[in-house]
Structure formats: C-alpha cells, structure tokens
C-alpha cells in the first residue's frame, strides 16, 4: 500500500502556528497567522514556534495594528462574541454584544480570550444600557454610545432567516438567527436576498458556535 505524498514543510509548520495563534487568540486566529508567516523564512516560524513569548509578543503587535477591521472580519468578531457573551447575559445579548463591537479591536479580541475581563465588560455595558433605557446617565464608558434594541424591520429579517435555517439546525436556529443579526442591516438584506450566500454566512457562524462550545467542553 503507498503512502500518499507528505505535506510540505512549511504547510505543516503553519499548521502548528495557527494552532498555537488559537490559543492566544481565537477570532483572529486565521487572519493573525496569515499576517505572520507572509514574508518570512521557515526558521523564522520555528522560531515563533519554539518560544511562547516570542509568538505572543508579535501577534499582539499584529492584533494592535488592526484598527479598522473590514466587514468579513467585524462579521466573525460579531459571531464570536455574541456567543461568548450568550454565555454570560442571555436576555440582553444582542444588545451587549453591539455596546462591546464598539471598543478597539484589540480590546475585543482580549475580551474574547479573558473570560474575567469579559465578564466585567459585561456587567458594565449591560448596567450602561439599563441606564440608558431607563433614561439615567451613561458614566462607565464602555461604548462610545448606547445602542438602541433591535428595529423592527431587523426583527422581521431575524424571522426570515430563522425560517430558513430551522429545518437544518433545529437546536440552533435562535442562536445562529442572533449572531446573523449582529451584521448591518443593508448587508442582512443582500444576505437574505442570496441563498448561497446566506448559507456561506450560516456556516461560518455554526463553526464559530461549535467551536466555542468545544472549548467549553
């Protein structure tokens, strides 16, 4: 029987990288290691591979230098956290969630591998949007400005995409229909207007939902 042909060098050390990127830093992971390896040796790999500090070092220069992040990349930030914070606030998740999209995308992603830190920001912006309904001050600062409940018309398109998606993912579906809702309106309307597109973006989100339930395990 013959083997088939070994991977490449370099394949395997980027594999090995990006396992050890997820570890520091599981939304960015994918984005973070490509950022990394472009334009570098092998060696140089191994030499991220070979001291922890090293590594941590350069990806939280990469993660730093992410200040405006493109839609694809808010979308998985949104997914990932909105998961994350379903954990801890059920009730106001989706609210929460959009008050901590808000912070720098580097304060984001430590929130995402710090579940103290996290936790924290919770409490705060969930206090800050009570206050906020209720009509009180806005003094902890976590978002730049309070978020309002969801509109009618993305609750309409939550019901829509809720009944595409049940038949498939029927212990899901509500999650998945919420981490969807964190992407902007316009672009929740081309989403549901494309059928594969919508299931590209379904799919992302169920990897991103078992992916934190794993990690949880």
Do not use: W
């Not at 956290?81 to 304060?107: D, H, K, R, W, Y």
């Not at 969801?150 to 609750?155: D, H, P, R």
């Not at 939550?158 to 309106?185: N, R």
Request: with cysteine; proline share 6%.
């Amino acid at each position: 029987m013959e083997n088939g042909p070994l991977p490449e060098t370099r394949e395997v050390l980027c594999e090995h990288l990006l396992a050890k990127v997820r570890y520091l830093n599981p939304a960015l992971a994918d984005q973070v290691t490509d950022m990394l390896v472009v334009n570098i040796s092998n060696k140089e790999i191994i030499d991220l591979l070979t001291s922890d500090a090293f590594l941590e070092e350069n990806v939280e220069k990469i993660v730093a230098s992410i200040s405006e992040p493109d839609s694809e990349l808010r979308e998985s930030l949104g997914m990932s956290l909105f998961q994350a914070v379903s954990v801890l606030e059920s009730e106001l998740c989706a609210q929460v969630t959009g008050m901590l999209l808000e912070l720098p995308i580097p304060t984001v992603t430590r929130l995402l591998s710090d579940v103290e830190a996290l936790k924290e920001a919770v409490n705060k912006a969930r206090n800050e949007y009570l206050r906020f309904v209720k009509g009180g001050d806005h003094t902890t600062g976590v978002p730049s400005a309070p978020p309002v409940p969801l509109s009618n018309e993305k609750e309409e398109l939550g019901e829509v995409i809720y009944e595409k998606i049940v038949s498939k993912y029927p212990s899901e579906a509500a999650k998945l229909t919420g981490m969807l809702l964190q992407m902007d309106y316009k672009d929740l309307v081309r989403v549901i207007a494309e059928p594969e597109l919508l299931m590209k973006k379904v799919e992302l989100a169920v990897s991103v939902l078992r992916a934190e339930c794993e990690n949880q395990s």
